[in-house]
């Protein structure tokens, strides 16, 4: 399994945080590959997601449900078809790493873990003489570059005005 977590700050409460991550279907506006989110439920366990991904010639509908949600701290989930992978969202009260001036802040984390490997290929609808494995090696570093864009564009989205975002960014040393 290969895994990337993304974390920063947020100047908001936990609560809010949380509030906003549970609010799925706007992610498309974050991101530079999602079309659009379909959501089947209100956000709590159950809630099934249908996302639209379009990379190079390649679309892709990933689907994914919520499995456990510990709010304001966590929102777990994983993908149902095609591919093994899961991941969470954490929210952690951090009013110790608050800039002067800030009354509150949060650490934001998303987690992704998952299997390239576990891809299935019927799955993609692939341009002739492109194989499978050349699209898994293209799309892994997408991965890390795309969870960080969503996490700086989250963070100018929730405190309502763009700033630099200090992001950490771990993954396993086998990965990515």
Same mark, same amino acid.
């Given at each position: 399994?290969?895994e ?8 908001v409460?936990?609560?809010e =945080?949380y509030? #906003? ?6 992610y498309a506006?974050y ?8 959501r089947?439920?209100?956000?709590? /366990?159950g809630? +099934?997601?249908?996302l639209?991904? $379009? ?8 689907h994914?449900e919520?499995v456990?949600a510990? /709010?304001?701290? %966590?929102?777990?989930w994983?993908?149902i +078809?095609n ?7 954490? *929210?952690?009260?951090?009013?110790d ?7 509150a802040? $949060?650490?934001? $984390?998303?987690r *992704? ?7 299935? =290929? ?6 002739? #003489?492109?194989s499978? $494995?050349w699209v898994?090696?293209?799309?892994k570093?997408l *991965? %890390?570059?795309e =969870? ?6 989250i963070?100018a989205? *929730?405190?309502? %005005?763009p700033?630099?975002?200090d992001?950490t960014?771990?993954?396993r040393?086998? =990965?990515l």
């Amino acid at each position: 399994m290969d895994e990337v977590e993304v974390s920063t700050v947020i100047h908001v409460p936990p609560a809010e =945080a949380y509030e #906003f991550i549970v609010d799925f279907p706007r992610y498309a506006d974050y991101s530079e590959y999602l079309e659009r989110v379909r959501r089947d439920g209100d956000g709590s /366990p159950g809630t +099934r997601y249908a996302l639209r991904f $379009s990379w190079w010639k390649l679309t892709y509908t990933a689907h994914t449900e919520v499995v456990d949600a510990d /709010p304001p701290e %966590q929102l777990d989930w994983r993908v149902i +078809r095609n591919i093994d992978a899961d991941g969470h969202w954490r *929210i952690e009260e951090a009013a110790d790493e608050a800039p002067d001036g800030v009354e509150a802040a $949060s650490r934001v $984390s998303l987690r *992704i873990e998952y299997d390239p490997g576990s891809v299935n =290929a019927g799955s993609i609808d692939l341009p002739r #003489f492109v194989s499978l $494995s050349w699209v898994v090696e293209k799309v892994k570093p997408l *991965i %890390q570059k795309e =969870a960080e864009r969503v996490v700086e564009r989250i963070v100018a989205d *929730i405190e309502g %005005q763009p700033r630099e975002v200090d992001l950490t960014v771990h993954t396993r040393p086998d =990965a990515l």
